[in-house]
């Protein structure tokens, strides 16, 4: 016997599809759609979702589930390229990890580097104290 898997979106709709269709599906329930992280987390721990997916937010963060994990803020998509020819709008948004790794903007105080300076002063201070003691 197959199992049947059932994936349905409300986008808008008036009547809630899930409390009807759920109850009527032996198989996988599968809910999507506009969902939030909180959202879609409680929908599994109330059992009204077997699994959630997301599309939309999921094109502009590629990095989703990490972003998840870490609450970290989304990328707003971006819908003028939707349906677009080319890869722009389903490509080329930043990750988390890019998102750290650009310069910040001229003249905003640089403490990340400031404090990789500040921590090889340490580190030498530490090795010359150490070539001390090793040479007493």
Known sequence: MRSLSLHVALFGATVDYHELLRPRLAGSYIIGGGLTQAR??????????????????????????????????LNEPDRSTFYAPGAKGYI?????????????????????????????????????????????
């Open 40 to 73: 879609a987390e409680e929908l599994l721990r109330e059992g009204k979702a077997d699994a959630v997916v997301f599309g939309t937010v999921f094109l502009a963060n590629p990095d989703l589930p990490e972003r998840f994990r870490r609450n970290a803020p």
């Open 92 to 136: 080329g948004y930043p990750t988390l990890a890019a998102q750290a790794h650009r310069s910040p903007p001229a003249g905003a105080p640089r403490v990340a580097a400031r404090l990789e300076h500040f921590q090889e002063k340490c580190e030498a201070v530490f090795r010359l104290e150490c070539v001390k003691k090793q040479t007493l």
